[in-house]
């Protein structure tokens, strides 16, 4: 396998399909603010973030807004990469946005005090590389958090939250369409991140389940 020519699972996310998520996920900012909110109540203030896979952006914005963080975001779409910075530059934050996979990390060792993925994780073609590259990249005592779709979410529940996501008809039923479709499908069960997790550089994590979603916490010992 080819990874650094393909570091993801299924359609690319770059040109039109790019901008047609980056469109429809910023209608609905609540779960990015939730996410950076949980990353405040456990990471230092003056830590130096990296959000793998940040897309256009969002949640990257919502942590640099906090004040607190040196933000780093890395991407293997390069239109992500464009569109995070055009978000950023209108937000008036400062981001270290970056063209790069997630399995084979530009960074140098112990660049990051925390690291985390949101959404992307389940669509990485080598998860297992990208777990041991974030934990290289991480200081010694760093963290980082894994937060991605759980295999068993009820459908009920992933149809309120595309209801949630303020859509029009139409993208409210490609939406939906995706999630039972595709996502859930490449979604990893509890038991195979665990497993990935103690098979990783971490040697082991632990899991927290958020809604549909869940949490995968990494630490890397000092």
């Not at 979410?153 to 039972?180: H, K, Q, Y």
């Given at each position: 396998?080819?990874?650094?020519?393909?570091?993801?699972?299924?359609?690319?996310?770059?040109?039109?399909?790019?901008?047609?998520?980056?469109?429809?996920?910023?209608?609905?900012?609540?779960?990015?603010?939730?996410?950076?909110?949980?990353?405040?109540?456990?990471?230092?203030?003056g830590?130096?973030?990296?959000?793998?896979?940040?897309?256009?952006?969002?949640?990257?914005?919502?942590?640099?807004?906090?004040?607190?963080y040196?933000?780093?975001?890395?991407?293997?779409?390069?239109?992500?990469?464009?569109?995070?910075?055009?978000?950023?530059?209108r937000?008036?934050?400062?981001?270290?946005?970056?063209?790069?996979?997630?399995?084979?990390?530009p960074?140098?060792?112990?660049?990051?005090?925390h690291?985390?993925?949101?959404?992307?994780?389940?669509?990485?073609?080598?998860p297992?590389?990208?777990?041991?590259e974030?934990?290289?990249?991480?200081?010694?005592g760093g963290?980082?958090?894994?937060?991605?779709l759980?295999?068993?979410?009820?459908?009920e529940?992933?149809?309120?939250e595309?209801?949630?996501?303020?859509?029009?008809?139409?993208?409210?039923?490609?939406?939906?369409?995706?999630?039972?479709?595709?996502?859930l499908?490449?979604?990893?069960?509890?038991?195979?991140?665990?497993?990935?997790a103690?098979r990783?550089?971490?040697?082991?994590?632990?899991?927290?389940?958020?809604?549909?979603?869940?949490?995968?916490?990494?630490?890397?010992?000092?």
């Amino acid at each position: 396998m080819n990874t650094e020519a393909k570091g993801y699972k299924g359609l690319g996310m770059e040109g039109p399909v790019a901008t047609w998520y980056a469109r429809n996920t910023g209608r609905n900012l609540k779960r990015f603010v939730d996410v950076a909110r949980r990353v405040t109540e456990r990471v230092p203030a003056g830590s130096r973030v990296l959000e793998v896979a940040p897309g256009p952006g969002y949640l990257a914005i919502e942590l640099a807004k906090t004040g607190r963080y040196r933000v780093t975001g890395i991407d293997i779409s390069r239109t992500f990469v464009r569109i995070a910075g055009e978000n950023a530059s209108r937000a008036g934050v400062e981001i270290d946005f970056r063209h790069g996979n997630a399995s084979r990390m530009p960074f140098a060792d112990a660049s990051f005090d925390h690291v985390l993925c949101m959404a992307a994780f389940k669509n990485f073609a080598d998860p297992l590389g990208a777990l041991d590259e974030m934990q290289r990249v991480l200081a010694p005592g760093g963290t980082a958090s894994i937060h991605d779709l759980r295999k068993d979410a009820p459908l009920e529940a992933i149809d309120e939250e595309v209801r949630s996501m303020n859509l029009s008809r139409v993208s409210a039923a490609m939406t939906r369409w995706t999630f039972r479709h595709m996502l859930l499908k490449r979604a990893y069960p509890r038991e195979e991140l665990l497993d990935m997790a103690a098979r990783s550089r971490f040697g082991g994590g632990e899991l927290h389940e958020q809604g549909i979603g869940l949490e995968l916490r990494l630490a890397k010992r000092r």
